[in-house]
């Protein structure tokens, strides 16, 4: 199984600022790759697939990027709505496999 | 697109429990279907998932052999049967919308599963 580690586990920050969230496979993965945003209470979110595209209705301060191995969602602009946890899901082979969650507070 | 997932609820430990979510607003019969937990305070761990004809299924190691993925076409609705279950299977179970590639665009709610006795 492919485990996936994301780092940090929880993230301070203010408003307006850049939050970089990594997300490490442990296979070759090339860009299969989503990041998912949760709220408590709700259901998450998808925010990027295929390591780089935004989903649609997602706002563009959010981006992501890597292959590989190594993946990096950033949020460009921290905004008010985007305290959250925050999950990466290798896509390439099954089981498929989500990151242990970085909680952006 | 709205998936609505029911039947959750408090059963034992070494008892059973079905699963059903109920889809509506696209193409149900075109998308792959998965279902995904969390268990209380912890991440989210996917658990099976089946191809748009239901001729395709696969488990997590976790639940392979206890649980049973399966779909209605006709009525847009998957189910997941649970036997066997255990304390660690107490957890908000999901249903989601495959967009392509594994990626899951929608999701339910959630229903809770408590296993306690």
């Known amino acids: 199984d492919i485990q996936v580690t994301q780092s940090p586990s929880s993230v301070s920050a203010s408003i307006g600022d850049r939050v970089t969230i990594t997300c490490r496979a442990s296979?070759?993965?090339?860009?299969?790759l989503a990041w998912y945003q949760q709220k408590p209470g709700k259901a998450p979110k998808l925010l990027i697939y295929g390591a780089s595209n935004l989903q649609s209705g997602v706002p563009s301060r959010f981006s992501g990027s890597g292959y590989g191995t190594d993946f990096t969602l950033t949020i460009s602009s921290l905004q008010p709505e985007d305290f959250a946890t925050y999950y990466c899901q290798q896509a390439n082979s099954d089981p498929l496999t989500f990151g242990g969650g970085t909680k952006v507070e | 697109v709205n998936l609505e997932e029911a039947g959750g609820g408090l059963v034992k430990p070494g008892g059973s429990l079905r699963l059903s979510c109920a889809a509506s607003?696209?193409?149900?019969?075109?998308?792959?279907m998965a279902w995904i937990r969390q268990a209380p305070g912890k991440g989210l761990e996917w658990l099976s998932y089946i191809s748009s004809s239901g001729s395709t299924k696969y488990y997590a190691a976790s639940v392979k052999g206890r649980f049973t993925i399966s779909r209605d076409n006709a009525n847009n609705s998957i189910h997941l049967q649970m036997n066997s279950l255990t304390a660690d299977d107490t957890a908000v179970y999901y249903c989601?919308?495959?967009?392509?590639?594994?990626?899951?665009?929608?999701w339910g709610q959630g229903t809770v599963v408590t296993v306690s006795s």
């Open positions: 989601a919308k495959d967009r392509g590639g594994n990626n899951y665009d929608y």
């Open positions: 607003g696209f193409t149900f019969r075109d998308y792959y």
């Open positions: 296979q070759f993965i090339g860009s299969f």
